[in-house]
T-cell receptor, first 113, second 117 residues
Framework: DVKVTQSSRYLVKRTGEKVFLECVQD?????MFWYRQDPGLGLRLIYF???????EKGDIPEGYSVSREKKERFSLILESASTNQTSMYLC????????????FGPGTRLTVL | GDSVVQTEGQVLPSEGDSLIVNCSYE??????LFWYVQYPGEGPQLHLK?????DKGRNKGFEAMYRKETTSFHLEKDSVQESDSAVYFC????????????????FGKGTKLSVKP
């Protein structure tokens, strides 16, 4: 079974802090994604990566950056956390050849105070 | 631009009721269509899919027909169970284009299904 793990289930940070959210997948998938999930807004794509060291902006990249130094790991970085970044963050991965089936991690609930 | 619309934010059937969860899409190309399901405390997972017009996706008693003429992909079940309670997301993906954003999924806002016992 594909497994996507996220470093924390719950995280509380203060405004202005630098926040790292880590995601690891164990199935050698080329593609990795970061989404945020908010009530009534569904899933919105922040950043994605189709290969190591490659990244592309999604629909809402402002205030975020990403890093992909190894194929299995994709990190989301909040350079200076703000209260409007309080949300559920979901990581996903997929095989390049089957872009349709994305496998999601359990999510990180981030609260910025 | 491309979009997926789910008209109901929440549906509240009783166990044994029939179910239709609406999904309409808009895109300039012929997409593949998906339903993802998210159970409490988990990430979304693929529930069913249809790759081209007139295909029907099926899983665990749920069905969805890819209707190009009405640009719809409604999720249906004859008799819901309490264990079906979850959030359901409709999504589309345009024809795969290697690399770039064309292959990304576009999700609807989700419909929360709460089945009353």
């Amino acid at each position: 079974d594909v497994k996507v793990t996220q470093s924390s289930r719950y995280l509380v940070k203060r405004t202005g802090e630098k926040v790292f959210l880590e995601c690891v997948q164990d199935m050698d998938h080329e593609n990795m994604f970061w989404y945020r999930q908010d009530p009534g807004l569904g899933l919105r794509l922040i950043y994605f990566s189709y290969d190591v060291k490659m990244k592309e902006k999604g629909d809402i990249p402002e205030g975020y950056s990403v890093s992909r130094e190894k194929k299995e790991r994709f990190s989301l970085i909040l350079e200076s956390a703000s209260t409007n970044q309080t949300s559920m963050y979901l990581c996903a991965s997929s095989l390049r050849a089957t872009l349709d089936t994305q496998y999601f991690g359990p999510g990180t609930r981030l609260t910025v105070l | 631009g491309d979009s997926v619309v789910q008209t109901e934010g929440q549906v509240l059937p009783s166990e044994g009721d029939s179910l239709i969860v609406n999904c309409s899409y808009e895109t300039t190309q012929y997409p593949s269509l998906f339903w993802y399901v998210q159970y409490p405390g988990e990430g979304p997972q693929l529930h069913l899919k249809a790759m081209k017009a007139n295909d029907k996706g099926r899983n665990k008693g749920f069905e969805a027909m890819y209707r190009k003429e009405t640009t719809s992909f409604h999720l249906e079940k004859d008799s819901v169970q309490e264990s079906d309670s979850a959030v359901y997301f409709c999504a589309l993906r345009k024809l795969m284009n290697y690399g770039g954003s064309q292959g990304n999924l576009i999700f609807g806002k989700g419909t929360k299904l709460s089945v009353k016992p």
